[in-house]
């Protein structure tokens, strides 16, 4: 998992990236290929 300060850039390399928030934190997470995570901050 990458950990970066924007993730606008990481959620337009794949068609299937979603942006989550979960417990405050910024997510981009994939279910087809898993290798494309990354956390905000």
């Known amino acids: ?3 970066r300060n924007s993730l606008k850039s990481l959620r337009g390399r794949h068609r299937d990236n979603r942006i989550v928030r979960r417990k405050g934190r910024v997510y981009v997470i994939n279910k087809t ?4 995570k990354a956390r905000q901050g």
């Open 1 to 3: 998992m990458k950990v």
């Open 33 to 36: 290929h898993r290798r494309f």
